[in-house]
């Protein structure tokens, strides 16, 4: 049974990595696309009274990089047998320098362009809902969107420095309607009782996500906490879709909806459900727990086994800290800043796992003192101004035990040291 669960995620493993590749793949057909359209021939074209201008809202995905859905904008005219899709959502991994800027929190995404079939059809296969806002304009007002995104599909216009929360496939649209239609539209953003931060949020939409939750806890820092409402919520297509559904837009004195029509494109029958919880942070963590305990509780007879398990975990929690550092002082990636995880992956553990062989006797209270240092934030835990993922408790109980002398060498070297006093 549990080797099936196994065999199981590796295949769930496998088809992660596909999608990236296909995802990948479009990213770069879909900016190939971009170099090759005219957008003057959009332009030219002018819309006919039959052309539709809407806002699709995409659900959710399996894997991670999908779980929080998808915006784009969608032009249609029958008359003239078109039907497009902008979307601010495309990258391109054959950009220049693109794995550097993507390291360096500068990762630059683009405005793409597809039909509107090929863009459903995407969404099909990967069994995720799309919703459809046909907007309430005029012809002008049609135009002058047409106007503005064909601009942005110019080579000088069309990329532009992403941004998990501030500069997104959804804040850019709110962007779009904002500045194409010279500030005419009203929004009136959603309010949410109580208090809310990004990172609950972004719990909302990764319950069945516990790695990639882990993995946004572990390098976002405590930036993402702090309370946010109204225009802030819109960094998810979810919140954008509720702002556009209230919206008005003004036309002399007189407000109008701004949404004239709502349709289901696609509905999804996926529901996802929750891993293996043999495969899960927590139990993972827990078992790092048991096994540093017990090779602890046979140091007396076996140290070596101990010394070693310990070292790597002490260098590898050090090894940790040092990265959440670096991307937090080196780096672009703004919610990597002021990270309160590097307080337990101390960059200082590096050394104390590559050292800890050779100077364990000579710096027996410094271990001592950071087992107390390590308790501290234990007893703080729930308290500092970061929501610290609690998966991580059980692992920080393990570097507590990595800290702890040798059961039985430690009172014979005490032994050794009363009979040289005496």
Request: hydrophobic share 45%; aromatic share 16%; proline share 3%.
């Given at each position: 049974?549990?080797?099936?669960?196994?065999?199981?995620?590796?295949?769930?493993?496998?088809?992660?990595?596909?999608?990236?590749?296909?995802?990948?793949?479009?990213?770069?057909?879909?900016?190939?696309?971009?170099?090759?359209?005219?957008?003057?021939?959009?332009?030219?074209?002018?819309?006919?009274?039959?052309?539709?201008?809407?806002?699709?809202?995409?659900?959710?995905?399996?894997?991670?990089?999908?779980?929080?859905?998808?915006?784009?904008?969608?032009?249609?005219?029958?008359?003239?047998?078109?039907?497009?899709?902008?979307?601010?959502?495309?990258?391109?991994?054959?950009?220049?320098?693109?794995?550097?800027?993507?390291?360096?929190?500068?990762?630059?995404?683009?405005?793409?362009?597809?039909?509107?079939?090929?863009?459903?059809?995407?969404?099909?296969?990967?069994?995720?809902?799309?919703?459809?806002?046909?907007?309430?304009?005029?012809?002008?007002?049609?135009?002058?969107?047409?106007?503005?995104?064909?601009?942005?599909?110019?080579?000088?216009?069309?990329?532009?420095?992403?941004?998990?929360?501030?500069?997104?496939?959804?804040?850019?649209?709110?962007?779009?309607?904002?500045?194409?239609?010279?500030?005419?539209?009203?929004?009136?953003?959603?309010?949410?009782?109580?208090?809310?931060?990004?990172?609950?949020?972004?719990?909302?939409?990764?319950?069945?996500?516990?790695?990639?939750?882990?993995?946004?806890?572990?390098?976002?820092?405590?930036?993402?906490?702090?309370?946010?409402?109204?225009?802030?919520?819109?960094?998810?297509?979810?919140?954008?879709?509720?702002?556009?559904?209230?919206?008005?837009?003004?036309?002399?004195?007189?407000?109008?909806?701004?949404?004239?029509?709502?349709?289901?494109?696609?509905?999804?029958?996926?529901?996802?459900?929750?891993?293996?919880?043999?495969?899960?942070?927590?139990?993972?963590?827990?078992?790092?727990?048991?096994?540093l305990a017990i090779f602890w509780?046979?140091?007396?007879?076996?140290?070596?086994?101990?010394?070693?398990?310990?070292?790597?975990?002490?260098?590898?929690?050090?090894?940790?800290?040092?990265?959440?550092?670096?991307?937090?002082?080196?780096?672009?990636?703004?919610?990597?800043?002021?990270?309160?995880?590097?307080?337990?992956?101390?960059?200082?553990?590096?050394?104390?796992?590559?050292?800890?062989?050779?100077?364990?006797?000579?710096?027996?209270?410094?271990?001592?003192?950071?087992?107390?240092?390590?308790?501290?934030?234990?007893?703080?835990w729930f308290i500092f101004p970061?929501?610290?993922?609690?998966?991580?408790?059980?692992?920080?109980?393990?570097?507590?035990?990595?800290?702890?002398?040798?059961?039985?060498?430690?009172?014979?070297?005490?032994?050794?040291?009363?009979?040289?006093?005496?």
């Amino acid at each position: 049974m549990f080797c099936d669960r196994i065999l199981s995620n590796i295949v769930r493993f496998k088809e992660f990595f596909h999608q990236m590749l296909i995802n990948f793949f479009w990213g770069s057909i879909v900016g190939l696309v971009c170099f090759l359209c005219n957008p003057l021939t959009i332009n030219a074209q002018k819309l006919s009274s039959h052309s539709r201008i809407s806002i699709l809202t995409c659900g959710p995905g399996e894997v991670l990089y999908e779980a929080f859905g998808h915006s784009a904008v969608r032009i249609t005219d029958p008359a003239q047998g078109l039907d497009l899709v902008f979307n601010y959502g495309v990258f391109d991994f054959n950009q220049k320098n693109f794995y550097g800027n993507f390291a360096k929190g500068s990762m630059r995404y683009m405005l793409g362009l597809s039909t509107g079939e090929d863009f459903l059809n995407q969404y099909r296969n990967y069994n995720r809902s799309v919703r459809e806002q046909v907007l309430n304009l005029d012809s002008l007002e049609k135009q002058s969107i047409v106007d503005y995104l064909s601009n942005n599909l110019k080579p000088e216009n069309r990329e532009y420095y992403y941004d998990y929360f501030d500069n997104n496939c959804s804040t850019k649209i709110l962007e779009l309607l904002d500045s194409a239609l010279n500030h005419n539209v009203v929004f009136t953003y959603s309010d949410i009782i109580g208090t809310a931060s990004f990172r609950s949020l972004i719990y909302d939409y990764t319950t069945y996500q516990q790695w990639g939750r882990f993995g946004i806890d572990l390098g976002l820092g405590s930036v993402i906490d702090r309370s946010v409402n109204g225009k802030q919520l819109n960094f998810l297509p979810d919140e954008l879709e509720k702002t556009i559904s209230k919206a008005k837009i003004r036309r002399g004195m007189i407000e109008f909806p701004l949404v004239s029509e709502n349709k289901i494109l696609f509905e999804s029958p996926v529901y996802y459900g929750s891993e293996s919880y043999f495969l899960l942070p927590a139990f993972l963590f827990s078992l790092i727990l048991l096994i540093l305990a017990i090779f602890w509780g046979f140091s007396g007879g076996f140290p070596v086994g101990f010394m070693v398990v310990r070292s790597i975990l002490l260098t590898v929690v050090g090894l940790l800290g040092i990265f959440l550092l670096s991307i937090w002082l080196f780096t672009n990636h703004k919610s990597a800043a002021w990270n309160y995880n590097i307080l337990w992956a101390n960059p200082i553990f590096f050394i104390v796992g590559s050292l800890i062989w050779i100077f364990e006797k000579r710096f027996r209270f410094f271990l001592s003192g950071f087992q107390y240092y390590l308790f501290a934030i234990l007893f703080f835990w729930f308290i500092f101004p970061q929501q610290l993922n609690v998966n991580l408790i059980p692992l920080i109980g393990a570097t507590l035990i990595a800290l702890l002398p040798l059961r039985i060498k430690n009172k014979q070297i005490e032994g050794k040291q009363v009979g040289i006093n005496n």
